[in-house]
């Protein structure tokens, strides 16, 4: 029993809640309105979009590779959104339209990565600009306001008091987890992070495990680019800008090793809802929301440097 | 036929010739306006920033390791808010503001050499945060309280200050002549003919054996990081000096066309591997594209979009060469 | 008993030199078949082919009674061929059962990962291996390499394999890990599965195995039941008959030795290790591959740092922390892997021999004297006779001997008092070899303290006034002059275990 209780207590996982737990308990003593519910469910609202984008950014990570176009995907998805909600178009073609926007973005990412055998962060530097480009072209550089609300309640929406975009997020991380333990495609994202000379020699199709993490990462990018145009009824220019980042954080932060091999789903969650936790403190304390390159640049630092001496430490 | 096409292909410094020579007819021919002395002298100034940015990346890239640099832009727009700051707000003299401006860029490139060095954190992650800290930081300075908590450009410089991006000498735009083509020549220098330039070479191509050879990477790597900094800071310099204006994020789009270039330019990813001839001429023809494309009216927002394409197969292009080598 | 795999006259060369020449080579079912030799002898060539990693030149493998053409390691693995090799090639992050059935999943209906089918299956090949259970649960990179080892072999058991190859399985393993693998064994023999069994531990080869094939110079030069052969003949077999011819050099030994040693130790490649260099002295280090010879050149050199123990220059206590203080006090070290540590493999013949040299070819502001560079190199080029097409060609196509030329001409010019060479000779052409050695032993002449750590007997009975032999981690002998015999050289350097036993033997009834 002990062993079990110290290796559960070792866990990265347990480690994040803890300190969730510290942050929200002091934010709670220092502010007035940290404990509103409406400060909670805008919170949980925000870090949705994030979490969701997590689950395919910490396989891409896991894979040892890096996804820096999910901002544009988002953009390009809502932009899509956005003008078929202007044409009256109904429901179930947004949403489909939107996921295959961002789902063509992560696909051409996976072929040029897989079958070109370019660095990730080459080419996903370039779709990033490629895409933001296109977004650019096809708003002709206007916003879109005033959509019919059509989707809204995709994205303004409750179920049991809290938002719908975040049970989207609890249902994907779900379904997800399940999916990585249960289909060997699963393993197959683990086994090449892991090893991937051996994963090549036991049969593991790299190319493929490629093309299905990037573009599950712009479908889910997609679905965040939904989301988004759901909550805010507009379209911008500069949609997701910066998402990246905040993406890559979270799934930092949630224990995912840089070098590759190593991350859940459910770390990535505490991940994006400890930035949550500090993007919402840093507003309620009035901190400067220009800072926020700096906090977040800095958690990522630590974060990744705790990884490092960790494993470090533990290496025989 | 096949013959030369492979030593055309095979020779990156002929390639790029050879393509340079192919845009320029392309361009003089279809597009009005291109083959005029004022249009040729004129592009020559954009060249500039972006050529600083390429050849800061260069260095960082041939140092090896994964070196990268993505904080490039954000340096370049720091360094230009300090300088703006300190002289349209705490009206100091262009001879302190300067050199102040072009040491904190420098600096923040020192930051990211001696975290990527004592830490074993890659590149790619030290440079993706620093990047958006230090265009935090950028933004951060930008704030003018008088406007409330908003970032605001700097305009107030005396017109001494825009001698450097605005003055020509014989056509020829001053910072082309005083700045980029010294610059290239110090950095040729530097690499082609200095102890530093062999450590370096040898540093990127094969770490294990420069550390068995006696070279300090750590310090190799540090000198790199610091050095892109310095680039990017006189960068941040001249821009402002050429547009007029200290904006905080005056250097985001440059990280793309900075690395495009470099990789172009022969520069290889792994590191180890690449020229400043090669960049010089791949900034050229960068340079020419841009401007063809701004004439004949194509938005920026496509040519960015044909800039990326161009990275994917100037990296493509790479693969293949390195292929070819059978080592 | 049944044959399970047959080599018939199987070869494989590279680059003109042949690492395996025609052997014949059989497992059969519930045997335990020991496969000996020295280094570079090809017994790793041999194992690679019949693993898939390689592919005969010559020659054919049959398995079960049919002609094979083994052409990848999943092929192998397919037809049930295993290999277990020192290092074992694991997922650390992963858990037990994902290392053993990656790849080759056990599925439901669905289509999805049968967990419950991977368990059972998987317990009971533990069980019938004798191995916990309770390590199922376990993620493998938390495991001791012993314990990675028995899941590698159930691994191979899920695979039905009959034919396991285990490669120094005890290298890394405790004593009571090495009793739980060698009940393993056993229940593997009872399975019907064919074991090969790679090693140098002499003892271990005479308690555990049925038979045992030398090979020497890629031959087998002998094949006998165990129990019909002594560790003596073994040795004998293994050594040859090796007449060399010693290159004499006039050099003179200093008095006083130039480099000390105290009781050096290095956790994980060597404990107390102590000794002393003199000057005009060639002093070799014999042993096996991975006896920490490099590890104490390296320590020595400033690459590594040690955990304990002295190291005396000249009578005073240095501690090196990096290549370049080394070098500046006139320490040299040609490194064992010239690839990934001697050569720059994209740069030029003249970059490599000069880059330990910037200093001598400094010009104003930092620069490089050119003109300075191209003497250098040339009067290397001449002086080793290394063949270049030009000092600018990029050193990636040379031949290996102009390429360790070139290694060499590196470090020489920082002319120093000690030079390590690791491995000098590996991979190179004979004539080349010839030069290199007397050059060796003209640097003793000149009053250099040369040390040659090298594992090819020929070249330490040739070269060295002193030999020092070093097994896993520890000195096991030193000898000079007349001493300096193959077999000598070959006893200490699988141990000195390997005596008692041998006394034991003859002693016995």
């Known amino acids: 029993m002990k062993t079990t209780v110290r290796r559960v207590l070792q866990m990265r996982e347990v480690t994040i809640l803890g300190v969730i737990i510290v942050l929200a308990v002091v934010l709670s003593l220092t502010t007035k309105n940290f404990l509103s519910t409406s400060n909670i469910s805008n919170t949980l609202l925000g870090l949705s979009g994030i979490a969701i984008v997590s689950i395919g950014m910490t396989l891409v990570i896991v894979t040892g590779g890096i996804d820096v176009s999910v901002g544009s995907a988002l953009g390009i998805a809502s932009v899509v959104a956005g003008k078929l909600l202007m044409a009256h178009a109904s429901a179930p073609v947004i949403v489909v339209a939107a996921l295959a926007a961002g789902f063509a973005v992560g696909m051409l990412n996976g072929v040029i990565i897989s079958y070109g055998n370019i660095p990730p962060i080459i080419v996903t530097l370039g779709t990033m600009n490629i895409i933001r480009a296109l977004l650019f072209g096809v708003l002709g550089g206007r916003w879109v306001s005033g959509v019919p609300r059509t989707i809204t309640p995709l994205g303004l929406g409750r179920f049991l008091s809290l938002p719908i975009p975040f049970w989207i997020a609890l249902v994907l991380i779900a379904f997800f987890s399940v999916f990585l333990a249960t289909r060997s495609q699963g393993r197959a994202v683990y086994a090449m992070g892991n090893n991937a000379d051996a994963a090549r020699v036991s049969g593991v199709n790299l190319n493929r495990t490629n093309l299905f993490v990037y573009s599950l990462t712009g479908a889910l990018a997609g679905i965040s680019g939904l989301i988004y145009v759901a909550r805010t009824g507009i379209v911008q220019t500069n949609s997701g800008t910066g998402f990246e980042l905040e993406v890559i954080a979270a799934v930092v932060l949630g224990g995912t090793s840089i070098l590759g091999g190593k991350g859940t789903l459910v770390g990535s969650l505490l991940g994006a809802a400890l930035l949550g936790l500090i993007q919402n403190g840093m507003v309620l304390l009035n901190i400067p929301a220009l800072s926020e390159g700096l906090v977040t640049g800095g958690l990522i630092i630590v974060a990744v440097l705790i990884d490092i001496v960790r494993a470090r430490g533990a290496r025989p | ?327 | 008993m049944d044959t399970i795999l047959e080599c018939r006259g199987v070869s494989k060369n590279f680059g003109g030199v042949a690492a395996v020449r025609n052997v014949n080579f059989t497992v059969d079912a519930s045997e335990v078949h020991a496969l000996v030799g020295e280094n570079g002898a090809g017994k790793s060539t041999l194992i690679k082919m019949i693993s898939g990693v390689l592919t005969p030149d010559e020659g054919e493998i049959h398995y079960k009674g049919r002609k094979v053409a083994i052409d990848s390691p999943r092929k192998a693995q397919e037809i049930g061929i295993s290999a277990v090799y020192q290092e074992p090639m694991v997922y650390p992050e992963l858990g037990v059962l994902e290392n053993i059935f990656l790849g080759r999943e056990l599925k439901n209906r669905l289509g999805g990962i049968d967990w419950a089918a991977e368990n059972r299956k998987a317990r009971e090949l533990f069980e019938s291996l004798g191995i916990s259970t309770q390590l199922m649960s376990e993620r493998m990179g938390a495991l001791s390499v012993g314990l990675q080892q028995q899941v590698l072999i159930a691994k191979a058991l899920a695979y039905d394999a009959r034919v396991i190859i285990f490669d120094e399985p005890t290298a890394i393993l405790t004593e009571h890990e090495t009793q739980r693998l060698f009940s393993i064994i056993a229940k593997l023999k009872e399975r019907q599965v064919g074991v090969v069994y790679i090693s140098h531990r002499l003892e271990e080869i005479f308690a555990q195995t049925d038979r045992v094939t030398i090979m020497r110079d890629g031959e087998v030069v002998g094949e006998f039941p165990t129990r019909e052969v002594d560790a003596k003949r073994i040795i004998g077999l293994m050594a040859g008959k090796l007449l060399v011819e010693e290159v004499a050099h006039a050099g003179k030994k200093s008095d006083t030795p130039i480099l000390s040693v105290n009781s050096l130790s290095l956790a994980g490649w060597f404990s107390r290790i102590s000794f002393d260099v003199y000057q005009g002295e060639i002093l070799g280090f014999s042993g096996l591959v991975g006896s920490g010879r490099s590890e104490v050149a390296q320590c020595i050199f400033g690459v590594l740092r040690p955990d304990s123990g002295q190291i005396l220059l000249d009578g005073r206590q240095v501690s090196f922390s990096s290549a370049e203080e080394a070098m500046r006090h006139g320490i040299a070290y040609l490194p064992e892997d010239r690839k990934v540590q001697g050569l720059f493999p994209i740069l030029s013949t003249a970059y490599n021999i000069t880059i330990t040299r910037l200093r001598d070819i400094a010009a104003a502001f930092g620069g490089v004297d050119r003109a300075k560079e191209r003497e250098i190199g040339e009067a290397y080029v001449r002086d080793l006779s290394i063949k270049t097409p030009s000092l600018d060609s990029k050193i990636y196509s040379l031949s290996g001997g102009n390429q360790q030329k070139v290694v060499v001409a590196k470090w020489l010019g920082v002319n120093p008092r000690i030079f390590i060479l690791d491995e000098p000779t590996r991979g190179i052409d004979v004539s080349a070899k010839s030069e290199i050695h007397h050059m060796i032993a003209r640097l003793a002449e000149r009053g250099m303290a040369v040390l040659i750590i090298s594992s090819e007997l020929p070249e330490i009975l040739k070269l060295c006034d002193r030999v020092i032999v070093m097994h896993e981690g520890a000195i096991t002998g030193e000898f000079e002059s007349g001493d300096i015999t193959s077999e000598n050289l070959l006893r200490a350097a699988i141990g000195e275990r390997m005596l008692s036993e041998e006394a034991g033997r003859e002693g016995a009834p």
């Not at chain 2, 050199?99 to 590149?123: D, E, H, K, Q, R």
């Not at chain 2, 200095?194 to 450590?199: D, P, S, V």
């Not at chain 2, 750590?218 to 904006?247: E, N, P």
């Open chain 2, 1 to 327: 036929m096949k013959g030369t096409l492979d030593r055309i292909i095979g020779n990156r410094m002929i390639f790029l010739a050879v393509l340079f020579v192919f845009f320029f007819l392309l361009l003089a021919v279809f597009v009005k306006d291109f083959f005029t002395l004022y249009n040729l002298t004129n592009m020559t100034q954009y060249a500039v920033e972006l050529g600083l940015l390429a050849l800061a990346e260069t260095f960082v890239i041939l140092s090896g390791g994964g070196g990268i640099d993505l904080s490039v832009g954000s340096i370049m727009s720091l360094a230009a808010m300090v300088i703006g700051v300190l002289i349209g707000r705490a009206g100091m003299s262009m001879a302190l503001a300067v050199p102040l401006g072009l040491a904190a860029g420098t600096f923040m490139g020192y930051l990211n050499g001696v975290l990527i060095s004592y830490t074993m954190i890659p590149p790619l992650i030290v440079t993706l945060a620093t990047m958006y800290g230090y265009s935090s930081l950028a933004l951060l300075i930008a704030v003018d309280p008088r406007f409330g908590a908003n970032p605001m450009p700097v305009s107030n410089f005396s017109d001494s200050f825009y001698f450097l991006g605005q003055f020509r000498i014989f056509e020829i735009p001053f910072q082309v002549l005083c700045v980029l083509i010294p610059i290239v020549l110090v950095l040729l220098f530097l690499l082609n003919r200095t102890a530093f330039g062999r450590r370096l070479y040898g540093v990127g191509s094969n770490e294990t054996a420069a550390r068995f050879s006696g070279i300090s990477v750590r310090r190799v790597r540090i000198s790199v990081y610091t050095l892109s900094g310095f680039l990017c800071a006189l960068a941040g310099w001249i821009i402002t000096s050429r547009v007029a204006s200290a904006r905080p994020d005056i250097g985001s789009s440059y990280l793309l066309e900075a690395i495009t270039i470099a990789v172009l330019g022969g520069v290889s990813i792994k590191g180890g591997e690449g020229t400043i001839g090669g960049v010089v001429l791949a900034l050229v023809i960068i340079t020419m594209l841009y401007n063809g494309m701004d004439i004949s009216g194509i938005q920026p927002i496509w040519q960015l979009g044909i800039l990326g394409v161009i990275l994917v197969g100037a990296v493509l292009l790479n693969q293949i060469l390195i292929a070819r080598r059978r080592i």
